[in-house]
């Protein structure tokens, strides 16, 4: 069993940055897969960025160059730091463990980017 739990989002103008951080307990970190996704209202979730045990990393489309993943394992904790937020960024990020069939979430943090 896993359990993730995301802080860092908030309000930002477009063109500003955030941290999310995705701190986990209970089970083996550093052999879980890590991503983020994102739901913005009225959508379907949307992967966002991964990054796999080995530290392999992949990201949308929609968020290259701009955004990045990063783990420490030490801490047990995934990052995404947002840089140049446009207003399509807004929504709800969620923090997603991976590893064999086991699924995990956390509860989310809303990030609302304004013009």
């Known amino acids: 069993q896993v359990q993730l739990v995301e802080s860092g989002g908030g309000l930002v103008q477009a063109g500003g940055s955030l941290r999310l951080s995705c701190a986990a307990s209970?089970?083996?970190?550093?052999?879980?897969?890590m991503g983020w996704y994102r739901q913005a209202p009225g959508k379907q979730r949307e992967l966002v960025a991964t990054?796999?045990?080995?530290?392999?990393?992949n990201y949308a489309d929609s968020v290259k160059g701009r955004f990045t993943i990063s783990r420490d394992n030490a801490e047990n904790t995934v990052y995404l730091q947002m840089n140049s937020l446009k207003p399509e960024d807004t929504a709800v990020y969620y923090c997603?463990?991976?590893?064999?069939?086991?699924?995990?979430w956390g509860q989310g943090t809303q990030v609302t980017v304004s013009s």
């Open positions: 997603n463990a991976h590893y064999l069939w086991r699924v995990y």
């Open positions: 209970g089970s083996i970190f550093a052999n879980y897969g």
């Open positions: 990054i796999a045990s080995g530290g392999s990393t």
